[in-house]
């Protein structure tokens, strides 16, 4: 089994949708859902690359050659890489005996370089996280008042606080206070539960 390292571009035939400007570059996506994938990468690891088509790895099933090639590589900030697939669930269920080789190649393969192979379907991919990334990335390099910042991060600390009741505590109009605590949530200084959707009563603390 060998593998051709070279980045290759999305081809022709892939009728590319779009692509996705990230802080580390540009991400290419071929289908709506891919590029929920990237949104959630990019929300997760602001200092992640995401790579398309990165690789075409070969392999033989029984007597036959085959390749295949995953979606995308990601390269986490902390060192660590995935390459991975993204299927809607039913399409992976109608055809999972013909993928099923190519994943377990592409797993190996993963495997002997120090990296990971994974599937993304729909179900994992749009969640109330994905509905937050989407609000919330926008948002992250907008400018903010270091001093209302601080003053919200020290609440959040030091207070049992929700949502809310963080806004009305700083001093300033609420179109302000709003704009600060969503910014400080987009930038990770402070911390919610994204398993579900941001409400007036949902729990703030700070990172």
Known sequence: MEAKLRRIPLSRRSHVIGSQSLDTGVAEHESALERDFVTLASFADPGAVVTAQPVTIRFRQGEQSRRYTPDFRV???????????VKYRADLRASWSNLRPAFAAARRWAQE??????IATDCGIRSARLEAAKRLLPLRNAPVDPALAELAVAKARTEKMDFIGLVDAL?????VALG??????ARGALSVDLTAPILPGSSV???
Do not use: C, M, N
């Not at 390269?75 to 660590?80: H, L, Q």
């Open 75 to 85: 390269d986490w900030s902390t060192g660590s890489t995935d390459f991975v697939e």
């Open 171 to 175: 001093p300033a109009s609420r179109e």
């Open 180 to 185: 600060v605590v969503w910014r400080l949530i």
């Open 205 to 207: 603390r700070a990172a």
């Open 113 to 118: 370089h120090g990296a990971r192979f994974r």
